[in-house]
């Protein structure tokens, strides 16, 4: 009996370690907007580019719960729309870049040699471009299709990544554990897989949420300048640019795509400023 009553606490204390307020809270906002994007279809109570309002930056009523636009659509069907091309294009960008980064870093630590100094080479020139130019110049030249932004963001975000994941798989690699594992004679596939990657993994899921960020805020940089998402679909950059005549007057149809991205970048941060120790340092330990 003594032994269930140690227990119990011990538990609550580790899930009380594991899972903060904090935490929590933010955790709760990214999955909110997580199934906006999912299910924004079943959801907005008008079409995206049906004029409903006559009264162009319309106040916030019962009927328009975010009021209306320039042109007197629904600001509330947009920013659910919004999500999906505001978050589906960010994950997209950031799943290839880390995907891209962690992989090329892992290789460059454990073959070393020229193929590391190369790669650190070339991925450290395209690091020193502003990210800014760099997309506007390239979307400027070949356009803002969807595919177009998602890649020129997973390249800008490529050279960051292999540089945050090379620098912890050198430092695993240095370990006797490798040492040990090369004289078996393991591959090099192996040592990737099986000993570097799963101690490198909780670091770089929190550099994953951290890129995330840069990748919304530097997408609704460009949406914003009109070179994003392009009409007649809009993420929430896009929904502040062309509602941005409406600021002198405190138009609700500016104000609510700005929240929207600042709820989403926050609540990142949040939750990874909040994760554990060991998933942040080491998730190994």
């Not at 909110?32 to 009264?55: K, N, R």
């Not at 209306?68 to 659910?80: A, E, H, K, Q, T």
Request: hydrophobic share 55%; glycine share 8%; proline share 5%.
């Amino acid at each position: 009996m003594t032994s269930h009553i140690e227990q119990r606490p011990a538990a609550a204390r580790r899930l009380s370690y594991r899972f903060n307020l904090v935490g929590l809270l933010g955790l709760a906002v990214i999955l909110f907007w997580a199934f906006i994007a999912i299910f924004a279809h079943t959801l907005i109570p008008y079409p995206v580019g049906e004029i409903v309002d006559y009264d162009y930056f319309g106040p916030i009523s019962h009927q328009f719960w975010m009021g209306s636009d320039y042109l007197g659509r629904d600001v509330f069907s947009r920013i659910l729309m919004g999500a999906r091309y505001t978050v589906g294009i960010s994950l997209a960008a950031v799943t290839i870049a880390c995907f891209s980064g962690v992989v090329l870093g892992m290789i460059a630590a454990v073959a070393g040699g020229w193929l590391d100094t190369l790669l650190s080479r070339f991925l450290d020139a395209m690091n020193s471009i502003p990210s800014k130019l760099f997309g506007l110049v390239v979307v400027a030249a070949v356009g803002s299709s969807i595919p177009v932004l998602i890649l020129t963001l997973s390249v800008i975000y490529i050279p960051g990544s292999y540089r945050f994941a090379r620098a912890l798989a050198v430092n695993v690699n240095s370990m006797d554990f490798i040492t040990v594992a090369r004289i078996r004679g393991e591959s090099t596939v192996y040592l990737i897989r099986s000993e570097i990657l799963p101690n490198i993994v909780g670091p770089v899921l929190a550099d994953l949420g951290l890129r995330f960020v840069f990748i919304v805020l530097l997408l609704s940089g460009l949406s914003f300048l009109g070179l994003g998402v392009q009409p007649p679909y809009a993420d929430w950059g896009a929904l502040v640019r062309e509602n941005i005549g409406g600021l002198p007057f405190g138009a609700p149809a500016v104000m609510f795509p700005s929240l929207a991205i600042a709820s989403l970048t926050i609540s990142v941060n949040l939750l990874i400023d909040n994760l554990p120790q060991k998933i942040r340092d080491r998730s190994a330990s």
